[in-house]
């Protein structure tokens, strides 16, 4: 009697940490799914670097897929663009590469893969919203630095990216849609002036300890 006591009161014991090991596994998986991240709806959020393979792709230029990574493939598909437009071929997205791609994209230029000239348009924007653009955009930060990542949404944009060619050191700052183009605003708005500006934007666009 005393052993047959002794087996059931293990079985219990064993049955009963099961059950906390099943709640506790639970509790985490439940706690992991709560701290998911929703981007507002009304944000235009656009991958910087996916944009440009996705320009690079439509000019025959292939940087070997629109994965949203900046690999060897890719920079050798910018230096090939920017031989083919008489750029300097650093390999670098600075303001003229990526108003040119942006150009020869949206003209249906086939600038890697063809031969002869294909007139490029330009469009001109004369009041109301700003466009959405790398190109756009890139004209209201110092000539130099490189765009990253960029979120639009209600006139205002986000935009984080790295300081000159050497890429040593990161920017943040937000822009203002204003008569059709981008007024950078910097980080004021990061603090108490923040109203009205969605939150997608001031992540993007204050720096980590502001945002």
Same mark, same amino acid.
Do not use: R
């Given at each position: 009697m005393?052993?047959?006591?002794?087996? +059931?009161?293990?079985?219990?014991?064993?049955?009963?940490?099961?059950?906390?090991? &099943?709640e506790s596994s639970a509790s985490t998986t439940t706690a992991a799914a709560s701290g998911t991240t929703v981007v507002p709806s009304n944000a235009a959020t656009v991958r910087y670097?996916? &944009?440009?393979?996705?320009?690079?792709?439509?000019?025959?230029?292939?940087?070997?897929?629109?994965?949203?990574?900046?690999g060897p493939h890719t920079e050798a598909a910018?230096?090939?663009?920017?031989?083919?437009e008489g750029l300097a071929a650093n390999g670098e997205m600075d303001a003229a590469t990526t108003k040119a791609l942006e150009a020869a994209a949206q003209a249906?230029?086939?600038?890697?893969?063809t031969t002869g000239t294909t007139a490029?348009?330009?469009?001109?924007?004369t009041g109301g919203q700003a466009p959405c653009t790398p190109t756009a955009l890139v004209a209201a930060i110092p000539q130099g630095?490189?765009?990253?990542?960029?979120?639009?949404?209600?006139?205002?944009?986000?935009?984080?990216?790295?300081?000159?060619?050497? +890429?040593?050191?990161?920017?943040?700052?937000?822009l203002?849609?204003?008569?059709?183009a981008w007024t950078?605003?910097?980080?004021?708005?990061?603090?108490? +002036?923040?109203?009205?500006?969605?939150?997608?934007?001031?992540?993007?666009?204050?720096p980590p300890e502001q945002g």
């Open positions: 005393t052993i047959a006591a002794g087996v +059931a009161a293990a079985v219990l014991v064993l049955a009963a940490c099961g059950k906390d090991k &099943q670097d996916e &944009q440009i393979q996705q320009w690079l792709t439509e000019v025959g230029c292939n940087p070997g897929g629109v994965d949203g990574v900046i910018i230096v090939e663009f920017q031989q083919a249906g230029k086939k600038v890697c893969s490029s348009t330009t469009t001109t924007t630095d490189v765009i990253t990542g960029y979120v639009c949404a209600d006139g205002y944009a986000g935009v984080t990216g790295t300081v000159g060619s050497g +890429a040593t050191s990161t920017f943040h700052v937000v203002k849609s204003e008569n059709g950078n605003l910097g980080d004021e708005p990061c603090g108490a +002036a923040s109203a009205g500006i969605a939150p997608a934007v001031l992540e993007m666009g204050c």
